[in-house]
């Protein structure tokens, strides 16, 4: 597929998304959010869902979190216009409440496309909710964040969700920055063909089996 033909595929898929009713939250829906950033990104972050500003803007991580994760990407040297952002669900929940399973199974088939598609080198999932949605995994995310994770031929690295940081404080924020640097030094590392993580502290490697992978189809 060349780019053209993955960023019309892109647009067909979020225009879908604008006027998808296959959830309760298209209901209170003022924009869809789909994605920004590249789609040529090597790296690619999952949020949880819009929130307030998101859902007026219909821009992914604009509002405070979006402004730490735009700061935090400046001091690893990139910009969001070099990376693909998306969430987990397209519609913002009410109160911005955790989106349920049934809005979850609604939504992830943009999400697998969009991975499929961007084809990212590395994943971040941020916070909770999109690492125990990719990785199928119980393990919280103070355990699992700063981990490389072999997933569908590519690596996920869980990081704190910005706002999750933002309420914390600057130990927070620092962690997150960590997990960024590691996420563009593993990129740098396997275009130079060595082995992700390279200079930094080893990471502990948590594989999923390849059958489960299977069972899972992506992610459930
Ligand atoms: N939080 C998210 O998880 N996603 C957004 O887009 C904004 C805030």
Same mark, same amino acid.
């Given at each position: 597929?060349?780019?053209?033909?993955?960023?019309?595929?892109?647009?067909?898929?979020? $225009?879908? $998304?604008?006027?998808?009713?296959?959830?309760?939250?298209?209901?209170?829906?003022?924009? $869809?959010?789909?994605?920004?950033?590249?789609?040529?990104?090597?790296?690619?972050?999952?949020?949880?869902?819009?929130?307030?500003?998101?859902?007026?803007?219909?821009?992914?991580?604009?509002?405070?979190?979006?402004?730490?994760?735009?700061?935090?990407?400046?001091?690893?040297?990139?910009?969001?216009?070099?990376?693909?952002?998306? !969430?987990?669900?397209?519609?913002?929940?009410?109160? !911005?409440?955790?989106?349920?399973?049934?809005?979850?199974?609604?939504?992830?088939?943009?999400?697998?496309?969009?991975?499929?598609?961007?084809?990212?080198?590395?994943?971040?999932?941020?916070? !909770?909710?999109?690492?125990?949605?990719?990785?199928?995994?119980?393990?919280?995310?103070?355990?699992?964040?700063? !981990?490389?994770?072999?997933?569908?031929?590519?690596?996920?690295?869980?990081?704190?969700?910005?706002?999750?940081?933002?309420?914390?404080?600057?130990?927070?924020?620092?962690?997150?920055?960590?997990?960024?640097?590691?996420?563009?030094?593993?990129?740098?590392?396997?275009?130079?063909?060595?082995?992700?993580?390279?200079?930094?502290?080893?990471?502990?490697?948590?594989?999923?089996?390849?059958?489960?992978?299977?069972?899972?189809?992506?992610?459930?």
């Amino acid at each position: 597929m060349t780019m053209v033909d993955v960023e019309a595929r892109l647009a067909e898929l979020s $225009a879908q $998304a604008a006027i998808c009713t296959a959830c309760r939250l298209s209901a209170g829906r003022t924009h $869809a959010v789909f994605a920004d950033g590249s789609a040529q990104a090597d790296i690619m972050f999952i949020g949880e869902g819009p929130g307030y500003h998101e859902d007026r803007q219909g821009v992914p991580f604009v509002g405070k979190a979006g402004m730490l994760l735009d700061r935090l990407l400046g001091e690893a040297g990139l910009d969001r216009r070099d990376v693909y952002i998306a !969430n987990v669900v397209k519609c913002r929940p009410p109160n !911005n409440r955790d989106p349920r399973p049934d809005e979850i199974d609604a939504c992830k088939h943009f999400l697998v496309e969009q991975i499929r598609l961007v084809d990212p080198a590395v994943v971040m999932t941020m916070g !909770n909710f999109s690492t125990k949605l990719l990785l199928k995994t119980t393990v919280g995310i103070t355990r699992m964040r700063g !981990n490389i994770i072999p997933w569908w031929g590519r690596v996920v690295i869980p990081t704190f969700h910005p706002a999750a940081a933002l309420r914390s404080g600057p130990t927070m924020v620092e962690t997150v920055k960590e997990d960024l640097e590691l996420a563009v030094r593993t990129v740098r590392d396997r275009r130079a063909g060595r082995e992700p993580g390279g200079d930094g502290p080893a990471p502990e490697q948590h594989e999923q089996a390849p059958e489960q992978h299977e069972q899972l189809g992506l992610f459930g």
